[in-house]
């Protein structure tokens, strides 16, 4: 019988611990969301981490620049939020619109206050071993995995996207965790074969249905962090129906990894918090 992760009840849990946390902690973390454009999406996201925040008791700010905003705009807000002192954390959401260099924008995030860690000195750190801020999704899955005791050392991993976001960090988090990592993208041959000698399966392509139950192997742990539209309805990248047939546990979507990385914004940002005020003391 498959094991559903369910990271919704995860995270609820998540955040009742942390809002007790910052209650009895004293210090008001603030977080700052800088959005560009109207991207419905992007303002639903956006939305749903200020909601979070009202959930826990952190402070939360929203920019919203217009859609035709140069890249200096939106480095001038950012280098404002920086020098903020009563924000703790930084986060812009993306994709910014394509006339943004958003290479530019994050590397301008203070790196303190980079509580989505897709900074390069955060990346950087996290790939030496020595993490800091990491970023949401994947810190939020591997919260996941430790809640519903998947053991990862020694455990074959195979990641599939190599974006900033998710891929990259996903894959070095496992491996910080002992386990032997595989990273696949659109040139990977021979997908399939490399896809079904996982013990645990993190895919995070954004292709509705994608991974087929021919691709998994029995028993398998399989992460969807995808969110695709089909037939009017949200979908990972995993055929859910199929594949849960021969997993042994694994991510619905929606209710999986979406909101483990809301719970892990939040956790980030009190985080940022709790540094500044150990560095001011
Ligand atoms: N649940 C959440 O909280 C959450 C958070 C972030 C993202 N997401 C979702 O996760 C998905 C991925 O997000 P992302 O930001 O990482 O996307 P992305 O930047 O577009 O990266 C997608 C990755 O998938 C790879 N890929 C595309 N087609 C492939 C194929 N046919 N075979 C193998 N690899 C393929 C790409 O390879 P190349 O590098 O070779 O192009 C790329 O590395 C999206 O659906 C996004 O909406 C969910």
Same mark, same amino acid.
């Given at each position: 019988?498959?094991?559903?992760?369910?990271g919704?009840?995860?995270?609820?849990?998540?955040?009742e611990?942390?809002k007790?946390e910052?209650?009895?902690?004293g210090?008001n973390?603030?977080?700052?969301?800088?959005?560009v454009?109207?991207?419905p999406?992007?303002?639903m996201?956006? *939305?749903m981490k200020?909601?979070? !925040?009202?959930?826990? &008791? $952190?402070?939360s700010v929203?920019i919203?620049?217009?859609e035709d905003? =140069?890249?200096d705009?939106?480095?001038?807000?950012?280098m404002?939020l920086?020098?903020d002192?009563?924000?703790n954390?930084?986060?812009v959401?993306l994709?910014l619109?394509?006339e943004?260099?958003a290479e530019c924008v994050?590397?301008?995030?203070?790196?303190?206050?980079d509580?989505?860690g897709?900074?390069?000195?955060?990346?950087g750190l996290?790939?030496?071993? *020595?993490?800091?801020?990491?970023s !949401?999704?994947?810190? &939020? $899955?591997m919260t996941?995995l430790k809640e519903?005791?998947?053991?990862? =050392?020694?455990?074959?991993a195979?990641v599939?996207g190599?974006?900033?976001?998710v891929?990259?960090?996903?894959?070095?988090?496992?491996?910080?965790?002992?386990?032997?990592?595989t990273i696949c993208?659109?040139?990977?041959?021979?997908l399939?074969e490399?896809?079904?000698?996982?013990?645990i399966?993190?895919?995070?392509i954004?292709?509705a249905?994608?991974?087929?139950?021919?691709?998994?192997?029995?028993g398998?742990?399989?992460?969807?962090?995808?969110i695709n539209?089909l037939?009017g309805?949200?979908?990972?990248d995993?055929?859910?129906a199929?594949?849960?047939?021969?997993a042994?546990?694994?991510?619905?979507?929606?209710?999986?990894?979406?909101p483990m990385?809301?719970?892990?914004?939040?956790?980030?940002?009190?985080?940022?918090?709790?540094?500044?005020?150990?560095?001011r003391a």
């Open positions: 019988m498959v094991i559903i992760l369910d919704k009840k995860c995270s609820e849990k998540r955040l611990l942390l007790e910052i209650k009895n902690s210090l973390p603030r977080l700052a969301t800088v959005i454009g109207s991207d999406a992007s303002k996201y956006v *939305r200020h909601r979070a !925040c009202e959930q826990v &008791g $952190i402070g929203g919203e620049l217009p905003s =140069a890249t705009k939106v480095l001038k807000a950012v404002q920086n020098q002192p009563d924000i954390g930084i986060l959401q994709p619109p394509k943004v260099d994050i590397e301008r995030i203070s790196p303190e206050k509580v989505d897709y900074h390069p000195e955060n990346l996290l790939f030496s071993g *020595r993490p800091r801020f990491t !949401c999704t994947p810190t &939020g $899955i996941l519903y005791k998947i053991p990862l =050392a020694g455990a074959r195979v599939v190599r974006s900033i976001d891929g990259r960090p996903m894959a070095a988090l496992l491996l910080n965790a002992d386990a032997t990592v993208h659109s040139k990977t041959k021979a399939a490399e896809l079904k000698r996982a013990d399966l993190i895919s995070a954004g292709k249905h994608f991974i087929q139950p021919e691709m998994v192997k029995p398998a742990v399989v992460i969807d962090v995808g539209q037939d309805k949200l979908v990972g995993v055929d859910y199929k594949v849960s047939e021969i042994s546990a694994i991510t619905p979507v929606p209710g999986g990894v979406g990385t809301i719970a892990t914004l939040m956790e980030n940002t009190f985080r940022a918090a709790k540094v500044k005020a150990c560095n």
